[in-house]
């Protein structure tokens, strides 16, 4: 009988299926969900802080600095070293102002204190938040964040950067002027107080925003919407935002002077000839094409200055100085729409000083009750 081969049987390597996702272990998924979602969200946490170090200087670990990106001339200013008393013997003036202030555009902040200071007879510090494109609601922002400042004097200079969030349809204006994506962007700040821990949602939003604008689908008022600017709607949110900074400065006892905005539009003002500089200008510097129409622009600040002098007028305390009425036109004052010369400026002071009664400020710092006109 032949041999007969008795094969063994073959032993298979058993294949092992990867576990499903409900099998898993409950403490597990919660784990692997973490380790998931943890990890993209802290690469982007640090993504966006190295953006704002990058881009906006902030360092990375200090992102509640934000909110000085969208105001550069607060640290320009030094305003943050701005006397928190008033034992101290300077006499310390905060303007509460846009471009016309600014030392690009003319010499008022200097020759302001300079004069100031010949007549009160005392030192003067001049903490100048005069920056292009400011409107009345920056400097309510600008000044509510100077809770614990005290001032000899805070000056409001205001009336034409307002007017150009005027020109979008009534449909797309905002009181809070959000339709301007800038003020969007800083009110997203208060919508997001996690942003100096947690920088992330903030910074995509503020990032779509900015985007959305360079693409030229925002609501920023642009020169296309000029005609629009025809439908005032700024004056009650110029009336709100001043209001809030007479209140703060009542509540703060700092003195406040208020003055009307100065203008020189040529009524026979056309691009063309802005452009070709035959208007009664010196320098031609900025046209008026920034702001509006030669008709609307000086509707509304008209409509800015019937509100300052009302409530100047409400409030017996505030000093006032009407400069709309006071100054003088022609080239001889004024580069352009708004901007003032070197004789505009020694002009502008000059009524500054004689419509205040300065000898009420003279010697001691005084309370905000004999801050009068």
Known sequence: ??????????????????????????????????????IPTLLLEVSVRLYWALSKGIPALHTEQIWDTFYPEMKESGVAAAPEDRAAGSFDVLILGASVFHPFYGDLAVRLPTTIGNALGRPVRIYNLGYPGRTSLDSYQRYARLGRKRFDLVIFYH???????????????????????????IALLDSHPEHRYFALPYSVRYLLSRWQDQLNLSTLPRERWNQYGGELKTPPCFEANLKKIIALAEQRGDPLLLMTFTYHVPSNYTEEAFKAKELDYATHHDPLRLWGTPDNVPRAIDAHNAVVRRLAAEHPAIAFVDQQRLMPAGKRYYNDPCHLTTRGCEAFVDNVMKQVDWKRWAGARTSHATAAR
Not at 163 to 184: E, I
């Open 1 to 38: 009988m032949a041999n007969s081969v008795v094969s063994e049987p073959s032993v298979s390597t058993p294949i092992h299926s990867p576990p499903r996702w409900r099998d898993l272990h409950r403490g597990t998924r919660l784990c692997l969900l973490t380790t998931f979602l943890l």
């Open 159 to 185: 009336g034409i950067n307002d007017t150009r969030l005027n020109n979008c349809p009534a449909c797309v204006f905002r009181a809070d002027y959000t339709h301007a994506p800038r003020y969007q962007q």
